[in-house]
């Protein structure tokens, strides 16, 4: 399945006297960076929603989500005073008063803005349920979120192969250009030394003819790059053709690409060739450019 790393999902619902709301947004990352926002007293639930995210098959992008739990009813919770914080808290609110000069308006409604004074008691087993809870709107946000990932990794898709198909031709054609283009340069060759030699009436040795075109056909072939290129091309829609994530597959395999997509620019001295090996380089950029957006 190819998945783009950008994509957005939600979620919400309400069930045991809870109204909750899951939100997942992610973007471009080279590895799996997953933070989660949750209310402070639903702290414990963080990695219980990262855990969830990796095994339901998140496995690169940078991955926010944000979890929203307001209780509309509640059952069996306390909310405690810490009594010895709010006591320190209140004497360095008046100190800060004292020392500044400040307008004395602590009350009730100024300590409790921190909540750092509270502590919430809640029964054990509420822990659990609170996860059964969560669960189910974190897997409908995680559809949603998937659902548009693989959405645009098929635009992705398509994109990607008809640049590879544009970077076959390309290579397909540079091999039909290089076609005899020993004899060219043998004839060449000897057509140079041939009008070089005349005035002095000396005729060209052939078997040097023949050892300086073996000498040029070795320096400027490029049958094995060609031929590597079509194993590259293949493995290609091969990757295309997994279940797996293939972003970092991808991503090795055009590196390969690109280094005989050089080979044959070292080779070749043809301007013509040497224009399409630059618009193979310009093709395969773009592509290693979109392969940044999968995972």
């Not at 029964?123 to 979120?145: I, K």
């Not at 040497?274 to 193979?280: G, T």
């Amino acid at each position: 399945m190819i998945r783009s790393m950008t994509a957005y999902g939600r979620a919400e619902a309400s069930a045991d006297g809870k109204d909750i709301l899951v939100e997942i947004k992610a973007v471009n990352n080279r590895y799996l960076d997953c933070s989660v926002k949750l209310p402070r007293m639903y702290g414990f639930l963080e990695e219980k929603i990262k855990t969830r995210i990796q095994n339901r098959g998140v496995s690169r992008g940078k991955v926010d989500v944000y979890v929203g739990i307001d209780v509309v009813e509640t059952i069996g919770t306390e909310v405690l005073l810490d009594r010895a914080y709010a006591e320190s808290y209140i004497n360095a609110l008046k100190a800060l008063r004292d020392e500044f000069g400040l307008e004395d308006d602590i009350s009730v409604m100024t300590v409790a803005a921190n909540r750092e004074i509270f502590n919430v008691k809640r029964p054990d087993e509420d822990l659990e349920r609170d996860w059964a809870v969560v669960m189910p709107v974190l897997d409908e946000a995680l559809d949603n979120f998937f659902a548009m990932r693989e959405a645009e990794g098929e635009n992705l898709k398509r994109d990607l192969l008809e640049k590879k198909t544009r970077i076959m031709e390309i290579a397909a054609e540079i091999g039909h250009m290089t076609e005899g283009r020993v004899d060219a340069y043998r004839a060449r060759l000897e057509a140079k030394l041939d009008q070089l030699l005349a005035d002095k009436g000396i005729a060209a040795d052939p078997a040097r003819v023949l050892t300086e075109c073996a000498i040029f056909a070795d320096r400027t072939a490029i049958d094995e790059e060609l031929v590597r290129l079509q194993s590259h091309f293949k493995a290609y829609d091969e990757i295309f053709a997994s279940s797996e994530p293939v972003g970092r597959k991808l991503d090795f395999l055009l590196q390969e690409i690109n280094r005989e997509t050089n080979t044959i620019g070292s080779k070749v001295s043809d301007a013509d060739i040497a224009h399409l090996v630059v618009d193979m380089k310009g093709e395969l950029e773009k592509i290693r450019e979109q392969i940044q957006n999968l995972e």
